[in-house]
């Protein structure tokens, strides 16, 4: 989680491979044209944030507050943020147990 992982200091962990657990804080995902296709985006827990920049593409159901895993490298570039190598967004209610049609018969 964001927040643990700030809590036990980020100086500690410069330069490490993290994965991070959060939600993409509304309004923060941004596109960047260049050579490289870049996204930008805050990765929140508990209020408690991280910037976080991935080059390539993203998962398709990656929007503002979704759940997301982050992987990649913590660095401190004027600024601290984690340079992304993997990011997996979860599907909202997508692989949820949904409740039963009533106008199914149930197995037996």
Known sequence: MVDELIASGLRAHAG?????HGFV???SLERVYGDDLLHRFRILWHG???PVQVSGRLPGALRDQSEVIVTGQLVDRGGWRIEGTAVIARCPGKYDGAPPRPDL???K
């Not at 490490?16 to 991070?20: H, S, T």
Request: charged share 20%; no cysteine.
């Open 16 to 20: 490490e491979i993290v994965r991070v």
């Open 25 to 27: 804080e509304a309004g």
């Open 48 to 50: 408690v944030g991280l």
């Open 105 to 107: 018969p149930a197995f």
